[in-house]
C-alpha cells in the first residue's frame, strides 16, 4: 500500500518589527497627541522608530448626526483598520472608549496605556458646577450616558446634542449655544486646557463608560513581534480593569446607543466596579446601578466580574430598558 508522507511542519516565521514603525491616527489635535505620546514611548523604552499617518474617518466628518444614528463609535477606527490591513500602517492608537467591543477578525487589542483621570468634567464659561445652572439651562453632550445621568441629577436640565472633536465642542461653548457642557477630563489635561475644567464629577456622581481615559494600541494580529514588543507599553491594572469594562459592554451589546456605564478601579489584585444602565428610549426612567468586586488574578477573571455585574442589571429589570421600538 502506498502512503503519501505527511507534509513536513514548521513553526510560524515571526514578521519582523517594521521600522519605522507607521502609527495610523486621526487627525484630530487629542488624537496627534496621543499618536506622539506612543510614538515617543516606542522610541524612548523599546528603541523602535516610528512616523504618524494622519487619516479622517467618518466619524470626523459626520458631524450633523448623533453616532448612535449614522453606526457608532467604530466610525472613528475603520479608516484606520484599513491602512493597517493595506500594509500602510502598522498600529493604530485609539481612545480606548471609542474602540468597539469586538475587533474585526484578525485584529487584536495588544495593549492598554496607564488610565489618565477617568471622569467627566463641567466646563462652562458662566457656572460652577451642575448645581449652579439655573432651571431649565442647556447642556451640551452626545453621549447617551451622560444624558441619562445628567438627568438622573437635575431632570429640569435641556439637555442639546454636541458633536465634533473637542476644540470644536469648546468653540461651541464659546459661541453660546449651551450654558455648560460635559466633556472628558483626561482629553482637556492632556491637551493642557485642563483651566477649563470649572469641575469634576465624582465617578459616584457620574459613572464613566467602558475604557474612558485610557489609550488601546491595536495591531494586526499576524504582526506577533511588534504584538509582543507594544505589550511592554502596558499597564497592568488598566490592562485588567478595561477587560473588566468592556465585558460588560459586550454582555449588554454595548455601543454608543446603550446608555451604559461601566468603570472598574484594581488594587492589591481585587477589582471594584460600578455600573449602571439608562433607558433606551426613555431617559427620565430611574438608573440601574449594580457594583461587583472579586480578585483578578487575570483578564479571565476580569472579564468574569464584567459578565456578573452585567447579569446584575439585567436581573434588576435590564431586558426591558435594553428593549428598542420596533
Not at 457620574?206 to 504584538?227: H, K, N, W
Amino acid at each position: 500500500m502506498n502512503h503519501t508522507p505527511a507534509s513536513p511542519t514548521f513553526p510560524p516565521v515571526s514578521a519582523p518589527i517594521p521600522s519605522p514603525v507607521v502609527i495610523a491616527t486621526r487627525e484630530s489635535r487629542l488624537a496627534m497627541w496621543q499618536a506622539e505620546h506612543v510614538r515617543d514611548r516606542l522610541a524612548t523604552e523599546l528603541g523602535l522608530p516610528a512616523s504618524l499617518l494622519g487619516m479622517t474617518t467618518r466619524g470626523d466628518q459626520i458631524l450633523d448626526r448623533s453616532l448612535s444614528k449614522v453606526g457608532g463609535k467604530g466610525l472613528f477606527v475603520k479608516e484606520l483598520e484599513l491602512a493597517m490591513a493595506r500594509g500602510e500602517a502598522h498600529l493604530a492608537v485609539h481612545s480606548l472608549k471609542d474602540l468597539p467591543m469586538e475587533l474585526p477578525e484578525g485584529f487584536v487589542l495588544a495593549a492598554v496605556l496607564a488610565r489618565e483621570d477617568p471622569r467627566d468634567a463641567f466646563v462652562s464659561n458662566h457656572f460652577a458646577d451642575l448645581q449652579a445652572l439655573p432651571q431649565g439651562a442647556c447642556v451640551g453632550t452626545s453621549s447617551l450616558r451622560r444624558v441619562v445621568q445628567l438627568l438622573a441629577l437635575r431632570p429640569d436640565l435641556r439637555i442639546e446634542p454636541l458633536r465634533g472633536n473637542l476644540d470644536t465642542r469648546l468653540r461651541k461653548l464659546d459661541d453660546g449655544g449651551y450654558d455648560a457642557i460635559v466633556l472628558a477630563a483626561a482629553g482637556l489635561k492632556r491637551l493642557g486646557l485642563g483651566e477649563r475644567i470649572r469641575s469634576f464629577f465624582s465617578v459616584e456622581q457620574m459613572i464613566p463608560c467602558a475604557g474612558q481615559g485610557a489609550l488601546g494600541l491595536e495591531l494586526r494580529e499576524s504582526a506577533d513581534a511588534l504584538v509582543g514588543a507594544v505589550a511592554q507599553l502596558g499597564h497592568g491594572p488598566t490592562w485588567l480593569a478595561a477587560h473588566a469594562e468592556r465585558a460588560v459592554s459586550r454582555a449588554l451589546g454595548g455601543s454608543c446607543s446603550v446608555p451604559l456605564a461601566a468603570h472598574a478601579v484594581v488594587s492589591a489584585g481585587r477589582l471594584a466596579m460600578s455600573v449602571a444602565l439608562g433607558h433606551a428610549v426613555d431617559p427620565l426612567q430611574p438608573l440601574l446601578k449594580a457594583a461587583v468586586d472579586g480578585a483578578v488574578p487575570d483578564v479571565a477573571a476580569a472579564e468574569a466580574l464584567g459578565q456578573q455585574a452585567a447579569q446584575l442589571l439585567r436581573d434588576a429589570g435590564g431586558e426591558a430598558y435594553l428593549a428598542m421600538p420596533a
